[in-house]
């Protein structure tokens, strides 16, 4: 990519046309949402890829011999390419579809961890995990006797690399971590976190639900070996999501729940299992929302993401400035390297209470933990408001964010 | 004094006035800003209500025969719900209170406009709230 | 229900309107799809759900302040109310979503039976199960040296009672059976079966996948602990279904999955876990298809299903009896209680060859073992060819498909 | 001797006369039929490909330099696959069959047919042939 590509305007009131939601009213107002986080907005081409399917070729999977599943069937399969292709993995027999980041992280616990864990192991995980990836370790190391330590953040919502190099001790099974803070926006450096930990010989599972939608993502560059996201944070339906590990370790692993089209063959004395990836998608998949994923990924691919890189880079810029300017206001997370996510708190005022007022406004933002509630002890409050933001957003929307924040602070202050 | 129906209609007739969700939620607000504060030391976990998102502290005493509310939370607007709770139930009969139905806060569309966490918290509330005046029916005590 | 309802004719062809995609041509024919117990077609209404979610409120639900947030958590937990009318279930407390009947299965099995299976213990199924009704037990068994003994089954595919009684010994700590059948048809006597087993104080979960769509389920009368079943197979979306157990029995149950949601908080030193049902759903829920498998609840709430039932008992008469009349057709599955399913081998013809053929011509139907190997080795055969009906189906259908099977057959006889 | 690109190229020109995919059925279930049978003796384990949903039995050999094929399937539909596959491949120099990119099962509209299940099986067929031809190539020994 040539610097002049990287900065060619993004035509983002052309993205706009393409989110049919961007267009409604709530409580009379423009809707202005800056709850990407939580969860993208379909575009046009995703919801009609759910619509075809079902009006056009629904049919179960795999066993079929006639036409529409034979549809179906390619279809669903061609997604795992299209997976493969935008995260650089090497094959598609690395590709595992889940019903996202939180089933991910959950299958690796119990079919890859759990097997290896013994009295005290120990998983590394960072101090600004989502809640997704940590209980899923900690339910794991509890029927083991093993723990869940942290590697620590300093005030800013930065890792310490040092004290994570510390942490790397032979006791160590897996390090997890979070590509990019869905509470902080700190996009932590996963590239070289990992390479330390293969030093030491521990794998590296990196929670990719939010990296997928705010740049591209090689996982062989990264060099991780376990990776996981969800559709519905990256315009596809809810319901689905990835994970991709390394061939050598999904071969190695034991299938997570048994049933159809995870089997070779059955019988009530042997039973043996499927090749991978099938091993590990037991039962009737969720083909319609697999193949609006895919849709979704043929949306990113022809979406010209070095400037819509940008234009998020320049949300992120006018965001934080306009709030740093507003009194009382006090920025949660301020990482170097970050992501078009700003936490904050607003003096003494509710988060709640300016939440909901922000919502009469026909704004919408998240106020709590996020999920992250490790986050709020380490900084000892009891959850933040949080802007998140997507190529399809503009400055403008933070602009009646703002106006909208200052009026509700003042009417709550009263 | 004042039936539970009363009070409730007199709400639903304030509410009545208001075209937009954003001016409810104005005068809730003001609501929760002039309920009187409960004494500090009744912020504690014995007065705290669980299932709510913010924490909400609930105090109530009877006198002649009739059940009293103080409350107090960290956020105004639950602040402001409490006060209309407040507004229909204190100074009723235990019994009443027990048996209230409670049909203002769907007929002002509370309901439809706040975060089904926050349903839950006033659930909370009105079931807490009735619960000490089914103690009250039975055993006259105080909380 | 009086007499006069249920024979009052369906309006087959008002029905058949509901489904966008039986008007389509297959091969230049129009489509005949008997292939239901695969997965049934999706009516406009349930279609339309999806666009209208996407379109208008699509958000990340339970912990959103905002108004979009408000309506799609409304929208998703008014859903479990439905399901819960649907199958007569005591409390919305009871219903856990899933994605589908597999996953529900591998959840009894890993946090209900696992804790309480020691070596030597046994869980009893059926000689009829689908492979998601055997994989997921004897996963579990293999686990903590246990066993998966079966209940056996006659040539006409009806299950043995007696012999049921006498497997009923106090090593049982499940019984897993089908309600209905997938393979063979046969309508098994689970009320029945659930009361024997309870005699001595043994659990009982019920495959439902195949019988919520044929006829009405009330579990309480049933009376067994646990019921399984996909939306994808009674109209809904694929990618999500249902676990319904029983209240003190889920209480009793341990998490399946961690993650989002499912946690009442978390800390790196403690973590304690959210209620009933929510405990079950980790991470963000299948929001979308949740809400459209609501709109099919509602679709079979406006049918006149007495009717329906009727009709199809019809399309099964007439099916069995097209199919007896003809030369070298071997029926598989001749219970006396049977839903509107038939399986059958001709001769010595491949079953995928005449399965193909049968495509040719438009007409949609399974070949194979239908993921219930165990009963194709008990009738020795590699697979059936099989015709799955739903209300929308007609006689004209299963004449076109006879006429098809014939010229099939001499062309593969040749 | 035609190469395999002479064959691919006659069985396309035989397949563009059909209309319709019952038609292409139909020719390819008559090319299974007229299949010539593999001695029993090789419908054992060591002869079966892998990764078919039906059973499928291969056996080669080599005569001057060229390898060919024999086959058998319990599906006639099969068979006539395995046919095309015989026709295009049987008596080629090992090297060609192992380097041939078979664009005739793309080009008759074979692929788009056949479920997916089905196209696996033909893919195994190919990998074996080729494998076959490669063992060939470097050992000149039979199979
Ligand atoms: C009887 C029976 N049980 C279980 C299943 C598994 O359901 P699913 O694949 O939707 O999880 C099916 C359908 O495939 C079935 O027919
Ligand atoms: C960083 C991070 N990890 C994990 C998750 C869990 O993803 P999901 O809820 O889609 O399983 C989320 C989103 O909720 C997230 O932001």
Known sequence: MTMQAATRAFDVSAARKDFPILDRKVHGKPLVYLDNAATSQKPRSVIDALTKFYTEYNANIHRGVHFLSQQASEAYDAVRGKVQRFIHAGTEREVVFTRGTTESVNLVASSFLKPRLSAGDVVLVSAMEHHSNIVPWQMACEACQASVQVIPMDDTGTLDLEAYRNLLTPAVKLVAVVHTSNSLGTVNPVTEMTALAHEQGIPVLVDGAQAVAHGPVDVQEMGCDFFAFSSHKMLGPTGTGVLWAREDLLESMPPYQGGGDMIASVSFEKTTYNEIPFRFEAGTQNVADVIAFGAAIDYWNGLDRAAAAAHEKNLLAHATSSLESMNGIRLIGRASAKAAVVSFVAGGINALDLGMYLDTQGIALRTGHHCTEPVMDFYGIPGTLRVSYLFYNTNEETDLMIRALDRGISLLSG | ?143
Chains 1, 3 share one sequence.
């Open chain 2, 1 to 143: 004094m004042e039936t539970i129906a009363e009070r409730e209609h007199e709400i639903i007739t304030d509410f009545g006035l208001f075209d937009t969700w954003e001016e409810k939620y104005q005068y809730i607000i003001e609501l929760g800003q002039k309920l009187p504060p409960l004494d500090n030391r009744y912020h504690d976990d014995a007065h705290k209500i669980k299932g709510c998102q913010s924490s909400v502290w609930l105090r109530c005493h009877e006198t002649d025969g009739r059940i009293y509310f103080e409350a107090d939370s960290d956020s105004t607007f639950v602040k402001g719900e409490i006060a209309l709770l407040v507004n229909v139930l204190s100074g009723q009969r235990p019994a009443d209170v027990a048996s209230a139905e409670l049909g203002f806060i769907d007929a002002i569309g509370l309901r439809q406009h706040i975060a089904v966490t926050r349903a839950n918290g006033l659930a909370s509330m009105i079931r807490q709230m009735k619960t000490y005046a089914i103690a009250f029916e039975s055993t006259g005590g105080g909380a």
